[in-house]
T-cell receptor, first 115, second 111 residues
Framework: GAVVSQHPSWVICKSGTSVKIECRSLDFQATTMFWYRQFPKQSLMLMATSNEGSKATYEQGVEKDKFLINHASLTLSTLTVTSAHPEDSSFYIC???????????FGSGTRLTVV | RKEVEQDPGPFNVPEGATVAFNCTYSNSASQSFFWYRQDCRKEPKLLMSVYSSGNEDGRFTAQLNRASQYISLLIRDSKLSDSATYLCVVIRGGGADGLTFGKGTHLIIQP
């Protein structure tokens, strides 16, 4: 089946640094990748939709200059959390659609802790 | 009003019991509906799609009521391994839209 590989699984970084999270589609081409984050005991919230070769579409309230998304190829999308702060600590997860009938496959997620 | 609402639980039920929970969605134009399962600190995994005609997969039955804008999930003969958070998920529109998740309903199956 379709697999999305997400790295790193977890990262601890200092305030002010930037962290890059990668998602790769291993056996299919993902023209669209979705980025979510989940705070403890909260639902997954869509942050942005990443389209190969074009600018990402951000959801309301998500700062595009803080969460940089690059989708340069059909198999790779990256999310960079710039100048991270403790309030950015969260579970970040990517997802790609592989069909209309629930065919959304998820990466394994990245747990970011900013200290 | 939240786009997708679920009772967060937790629902504590004994092994072998039948349990059901619902969710409601606010956007009447929503087109596709799913139940996902999420284990602690893991990514969500698709459990099943939901159709107006009902959808059954083994011990799991899902139902969509478009008129009332709610979705249900029924689990029969519950197993310990069914303990998880069940996420109600809606696609807002057509095309390549992201998923809108409910907060999830936490289910605990007790031996």
């Amino acid at each position: 089946g379709a697999v999305v590989s997400q790295h790193p699984s977890w990262v601890i970084c200092k305030s002010g640094t930037s962290v890059k999270i990668e998602c790769r589609s291993l056996d299919f081409q993902a023209t669209t990748m979705f980025w979510y984050r989940q705070f403890p005991k909260q639902s997954l919230m869509l942050m942005a939709t990443s389209n190969e070769g074009s600018k990402a579409t951000y959801e309301q309230g998500v700062e595009k200059d803080k969460f940089l998304i690059n989708h340069a190829s059909l198999t790779l999308s990256t999310l960079t959390v710039t100048s991270a702060h403790p309030e950015d600590s969260s579970f970040y997860i990517c997802s790609a659609s592989v069909g209309r009938n629930g065919g959304y496959t998820f990466g394994s997620g990245t747990r970011l802790t900013v200290v | 009003r939240k786009e997708v609402e679920q009772d967060p639980g937790p629902f504590n039920v004994p092994e072998g019991a039948t349990v059901a929970f619902n969710c409601t969605y606010s956007n009447s134009a929503s087109q596709s509906f799913f139940w996902y399962r999420q284990d602690c600190r893991k990514e969500p995994k698709l459990l099943m799609s939901v159709y107006s005609s009902g959808n059954e997969d083994g011990r799991f039955t899902a139902q969509l009521n478009r008129a009332s804008q709610y979705i249900s999930l029924l689990i029969r003969d519950s197993k310990l391994s069914d303990s998880a958070t069940y996420l109600c998920v809606v696609i807002r529109g057509g095309g390549a839209d992201g998923l809108t998740f409910g907060k999830g309903t936490h289910l605990i199956i007790q031996p």
